[in-house]
Nanobody, 126 residues
Framework: QVQLVESGGGSVQAGGSLRLSCAAS????????MAWFRQAPGKEREGVAM???????SYADSVKGRFTISEDNAKNNLYLQMNSLKPEDTGMYYC????????????????????WGQGTQVTVSS
């Protein structure tokens, strides 16, 4: 049974930092394209950062230079370091996995990803 469990969300003031974690079980993240998505109230889910196998990391323009995606394969964990947070970063953040055996991935399309966590809430106040 595949499980992705996010943690590390919370409430911070603008300019602050948070580090999100995604603990994976039932799959080896090294065999998957891994990504972080977020969804603000009333908005569609959007890709924030992706770690693609056979490729490199990619980021939404809105978070470039502020967010960093990383992994620890030994722990089977995915991370998202978020610095210089802004109120517009507020939302539910989700970890997602897409089987890399399906081929390379070029965009953070939510429909591509097979497994999702339940999310962790991030609230940034001004």
């Amino acid at each position: 049974q595949v499980q992705l469990v996010e943690s590390g969300g919370g409430s911070v003031q603008a300019g602050g930092s948070l580090r999100l974690s995604c603990a994976a079980s039932g799959l080896a993240i090294s065999n998957y394209h891994m990504a972080w998505f977020r969804q603000a109230p009333g908005k569609e889910r959007e890709g924030v950062a992706m770690l693609a196998r056979f490729g490199s990391t990619s980021y939404a323009d809105s978070v470039k230079g502020r967010f960093t995606i990383s992994e620890d394969n030994a722990k089977n964990n995915l991370y998202l370091q978020m610095n210089s947070l802004k109120p517009e970063d507020t939302g539910m953040y989700y970890c997602a996995a897409d089987w890399a055996g399906s081929g390379s991935i070029s965009s953070m399309a939510a429909s591509r990803f097979d497994y999702w966590g339940q999310g962790t809430q991030v609230t940034v106040s001004s």
